[in-house]
């Protein structure tokens, strides 16, 4: 097996996690809703949040690296423009 290329691979390191939320500024919270069998995952930035919910069945699939990616990066757009109109 290749070794893997940062950035390139369907999962998300938690390297990339922790570059991601400097570099976005954010905040992220995340926990496991055991009656939905899910996690909610909550973004911060300044005194704007935003969350979701993951289902079981999203996290399992063979395409979440990259749904989990387009999920942060969403999030943190809604935040971009939340903390755009509070100020």
Known sequence: MPPRVEGQGPEMTVKEVLDFCAEREVEIYTRYDFICDGLIVKMRKKNVET?????????????????????????????????????
Do not use: P
């Open 51 to 87: 969350d979701t919910f993951i289902s079981r069945e999203e996290a399992t699939s063979a395409g979440f690296g990259l749904t989990i990616r387009f999920i942060l990066r969403q999030m943190a757009a809604e935040l971009d423009k939340g903390v755009t109109h509070d100020n």
